[in-house]
């Protein structure tokens, strides 16, 4: 693997899971392709049980697109991927995390 650029930006929860599942991470330690720090295997495991592992490029590059019609910044359309409310009632806390970030400039 070569890098091509370094710190392009930040990646989704997604992103980072599909790289380790190209490396062949899974719950199966036995078909690792190459090698895995125990870090990553912690990362996975973690990853595996989020929104990350149901979501598509496709579905997150069209919530995207449909995010610039709100002017929102990068990070926070990140945080709202990485953290999709799963129900209702995760919707409220997570929409005051974003006013709140915005309201205080991050």
Excluded: H
């Amino acid at each position: 693997m070569k890098i091509v650029k370094a710190n392009a930006g930040a990646l989704t929860n997604f992103e980072v899971l599909d790289f380790l599942n190209s490396r062949g991470a899974s719950k199966d330690t036995t078909r690792v392709i190459a090698p895995i720090a125990r870090s990553e295997y912690k990362v996975y495991d973690y990853l595996v049980e989020t929104a990350a592992s149901t979501q598509t490029r496709e579905s997150i590059n069209k919530f995207a697109d449909k995010c610039k019609d709100f002017k929102l910044a990068k990070a926070e359309i990140l945080n709202i991927i990485n953290l999709r409310p799963s129900s209702i009632v995760e919707l409220l806390p997570r929409t005051w995390m974003i006013e709140k970030s915005t309201l205080m400039g991050y």
